[in-house]
């Protein structure tokens, strides 16, 4: 057996794809060997599915590293990154896996990459389990922005369960640190945004999604702006492969702090019943005072661990994967988090970053 850095057991905690591409990326960073054994093993398809074996590709080709195990259903993976590049590059999922998850992967090494980083992806934009690309646009990045991130998606085709066929392009310029955050409670909501869309459906199920989020909201006491942009394709001009729909909600507050929410379209669903799946999440998160949504807080945990400096941020909900996430960056990066509140419960999340410096 190869002898690695550091081994990490893929079934600890919440056991999912999250402990993949979390170690992947710390690893490509810090430059240590990494061996992840059960991997996904509390899943009911155990091991590597297409998008996670997309997501190692990627990073294995974005760092050079050596990789033994990279196939499907593999439970075990060897990596052994090298140095990381910067260019164009492509992706291919094959399927509709998710593109943000392979996103979520691959950015933290493309924000310390030597030069500006442009890569397409192609695979489901819009699917179960993982974040639409439209959060990953209007709340995730600019939220990272607040650190120091600088990227950008471009979104040329969506891709829906089971056809898949989107295609992203993600570009990242680098930096040479990230700053840390201190954002707890959040300020006062001076505005709801956000995007209902539909492929290969009638408008009017974009307008539906939209109309019931906004009533939903507007039935809990906001009286502030809500503006709901729509997306919808003429039959004859409709580039997708299949029918698919989804809205994506984001509060945006007087200390220009964004929190989001989202619900997807499925067949048989009602878009009135989507749109007021995603309001009613995100007022719920609203509700809890808390600067950052329940999704937003373990995407932020690799990013402050790596800062120059003290984070403290709050959550609206201390999830599993945020936890998870915790568990894998203090493995890797040897910092300390301090972590307060209920699984599933509001929580703050400190740390004093590494100060990461960009390798070159």
């Not at 006062?188 to 956000?194: C, D, F």
């Not at 988090?337 to 509001?346: A, C, L, T």
């Amino acid at each position: 057996m190869v002898k690695v850095d550091v081994e990490i057991d893929g079934s600890i905690l919440e056991g999912g794809g999250q402990i993949l591409r979390t170690s992947l990326a710390l690893a490509a960073l810090t430059g240590k060997s990494l061996r992840i054994y059960n991997i996904r093993a509390k899943r009911s398809n155990p091991g590597l599915q297409a998008q996670h074996l997309t997501g190692v590709k990627a990073i294995a080709e974005l760092c050079g590293a050596k990789v033994e195990g990279a196939y499907k259903g593999s439970m075990e993976l060897v990596f052994i990154p090298g140095k990381i590049r910067s260019g164009r590059f492509r992706f291919d999922i094959g399927t509709a896996g998710s593109i943000s998850l392979v996103i979520q992967a691959i950015l933290p090494v493309l924000v310390f990459a030597p030069g500006r980083v442009e890569v397409d992806i192609t695979g489901g934009t819009d699917v179960r389990w993982s974040p639409p690309i439209d959060y990953v646009r209007y709340v995730m990045l600019p939220v990272l922005s607040k650190l120091g991130v600088r990227a950008e998606v471009i979104v040329y085709r969506r891709g829906h369960y089971p056809r898949g066929g989107g295609h992203v392009k993600l570009i990242v310029d680098p930096v040479d640190h990230l700053r840390p955050i201190v954002d707890v409670d959040r300020g006062e909501v001076r505005e709801i945004r956000g995007r209902s869309h539909c492929v290969r459906l009638p408008r009017h199920v974009a307008e539906r999604q939209a109309k019931s989020a906004e009533e939903y909201i507007k039935a809990r006491g906001y009286r502030i702006p809500i503006n709901i942009e729509l997306e919808y394709y003429p039959p004859d001009k409709d580039p997708h492969l299949g029918p698919g729909s989804g809205i994506v909600l984001w509060a945006v507050t007087d200390r220009d702090e964004i929190i989001g929410a989202d619900a997807l379209g499925e067949k048989g669903k009602p878009a009135e019943e989507v749109g007021k799946e995603a309001a009613e999440k995100l007022i719920e998160d609203l509700g809890t005072g808390k600067a950052f949504d329940r999704h937003m807080g373990d995407m932020l945990v690799p990013y402050i661990a790596l800062a120059d400096g003290h984070s403290k941020i709050g959550v609206a909900r201390l999830t599993l994967h945020t936890i998870t996430n915790v568990y894998v960056v203090e493995k890797i990066l040897n910092v300390k988090f301090r972590v307060e509140g209920e699984q599933e419960k509001p929580g703050v999340i400190e740390v004093d970053g590494i100060g990461y410096r960009r390798r070159t």
